[in-house]
Each structure stands twice: as structure tokens, then as C-alpha cells.
């Protein structure tokens, strides 16, 4: 029984891309595919075979309650201002990709605010914690997402496609990644990385595709606590490798990159 309000109006069937109609449970498309409404409200819009346990690292049950309590510190504020920032201005959908449990979505001023994840648990937490907002799980390298109806879509240290990001974007619509930079959280990281993917996504250049580039850097003081829970948030291939460690005081370094439909 969706309010009116409630109607997803950028979600796209997964199976066809046609736009949804609401009926008494969820929605269907055109041609018929249906998908019921959680009890929290989020739509599951994830097709398609199942996941490789590398397809969502760290986003267990328990590292996304570490998520929560850490970015309920406030520590990571200045990262979620600058994000709001760069989006301000813009009243139509804005779609957050790899949304987690919502917090820098919830941190945005936007009077339509759509997220997707690929973690059901992180969108039940989302949906729970930020009804105002619209969840659905699906997979952000071919996004449930209608084409050209996102005046905004972004992605914060999410796995994201530049490719997907142009087809929903309107018309003069802009994206806005963060990224790691080359010293993000240097302190808690294996002394070596053995993977080449997380070394290529810390950068000391803007990120590619960018029109606007701001790096932020600043450093932070944290209880034992706050630092397990940082730590719980990180990538897996850190919190195995033996060398690594949660520690208190810690760099932030990350890119807060932008640019348009093109
Ligand atoms: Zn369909």
C-alpha cells in the first residue's frame, strides 16, 4: 500500500529498463515483471545469477553497525558537507550509488533523494533510518535506473560506472565522485598492498573524467572505539593482511571530483 509520495519515479524495471507502475504490493513494468515492496519500504531490483563474496566486501551486517556508529561521530562531516556542497543547488532526483546505510545521502539537501546498493542489508538500515528518501538493491554497473532522469547521481568510495553515470544523468546533469587520495587513512593500511586494484584507487591526481576537483585532507584524533570501527569499514584485503591494524590517529585524504553529462 505505497503513498503516492512514496512512488519511485526513477527506478527502472531491471529486466526490461521500462519505468514501474505501483500496485497494491510493489510495482510492475510493462511487461509484467513485478517486484514487491519491503516491509521498510526499499525495493529489491537485483536480477540476475548471484553474487561472488568479492562483490561486497566489508558489507557485512557488522561492518555496516561500524559504518553507522563511525559516521554518527561526525568525523567524516567535512567529506559529507563538501558533497553537499557541490550538489546544493539542484532540486530534482538526486540518486546516491552505493548508498550503504544512507548517511552521506541523509546528509544532502535534496527534496528527492534516491539510493542503491547492492547490500540488502545496508538498504534495510537506509530505508529504516531515512524514510523520507527511496532505496532499492540493485547493482550499480547496470543501475535500475531510468535513462536521462537523474539531475544528480554520486558515489562515496563505491564501486561506480562513469558509463552508467551518463545514460541516467539529464540533460545538464552532474556527477560527483569521492575517491581515496594517495594518503587516505595511510596509518591503518598494509606496509604493503598486495592488491593492485586498492593501490590504483588512491590517487595523487584528480580522478579521470573530472571537470572539478577538490582534494580534502585532514587528520583525526579517535577513541579505540571509533578506530575499530573505521577499521571494520575498510576494505577486506586490509583487515587481512597482517601488517594492518586499527589505529587512533589517522589522514584523511580524499578527492571530491565532479562533472557533467556530456
Ligand atoms: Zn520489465
Given amino acids: 500500500m505505497a503513498e503516492v509520495s512514496k512512488v519511485p519515479s526513477i527506478f527502472a524495471c ?16 510493462p511487461n509484467g515483471h513485478t517486484f514487491d515492496r ?6 529489491n531490483l537485483l536480477i540476475g545469477g548471484r553474487l561472488t563474496s568479492d562483490a561486497v566486501p566489508g558489507d557485512t551486517p557488522d561492518s555496516l553497525a ?3 556508529r563511525f559516521l554518527s ?25 552505493g548508498c550503504g546505510e544512507g548517511y552521506y545521502l541523509s546528509q544532502i539537501h535534496s527534496p528527492h533523494k534516491y539510493g542503491i546498493d547492492i547490500a540488502k542489508q545496508g538498504i534495510r538500515m537506509a530505508s529504516k ?9 540493485g547493482n550499480a554497473y547496470r543501475l535500475p535506473i531510468l535513462d536521462a532522469s537523474c539531475d544528480a547521481v554520486f558515489s562515496v568510495f563505491a564501486p561506480h560506472s562513469h558509463v552508467e553515470f551518463q545514460r541516467v544523468l539529464s540533460t545538464c546533469g552532474q556527477w560527483v565522485t569521492v575517491t581515496p587520495g594517495a594518503h587516505h587513512l595511510q596509518q591503518m593500511r ?11 584507487l588512491r590517487r595523487d591526481e584528480p580522478p579521470e573524467h573530472a571537470i572539478h576537483a577538490q582534494r580534502i585532507q585532514f587528520d583525526l584524533e579517535l577513541s579505540d572505539a571509533s578506530a575499530h570501527d573505521l577499521f571494520s569499514m575498510t576494505p ?26 556530456s
Fill in 14 to 29: 531491471p529486466h526490461c529498463m521500462q519505468a514501474f507502475t505501483p500496485t497494491a504490493h510493489g510495482v510492475v513494468c
Fill in 38 to 43: 519491503a516491509r521498510e519500504g526499499y525495493l
Fill in 66 to 68: 561500524a559504518r553507522r
Fill in 73 to 97: 561521530t561526525g568525523a567524516y562531516t567535512p567529506i559529507a558537507n563538501a558533497l553537499a556542497k557541490v550538489i546544493e543547488e539542484i532540486d530534482g532526483p538526486v540518486l546516491d550509488v
Fill in 129 to 137: 533510518g531515512f524514510p523520507e528518501a527511496h532505496f532499492a538493491v
Fill in 190 to 200: 598494509p606496509k604493503r598492498d598486495s592488491s593492485i586494484v586498492e593501490r590504483e
Fill in 236 to 261: 577486506l584485503i586490509w583487515q587481512t593482511a597482517a601488517d594492518a591494524a586499527p589505529v587512533t590517529q589517522v589522514s584523511v585524504d580524499v578527492w571530491v571530483a565532479s562533472g557533467f553529462k
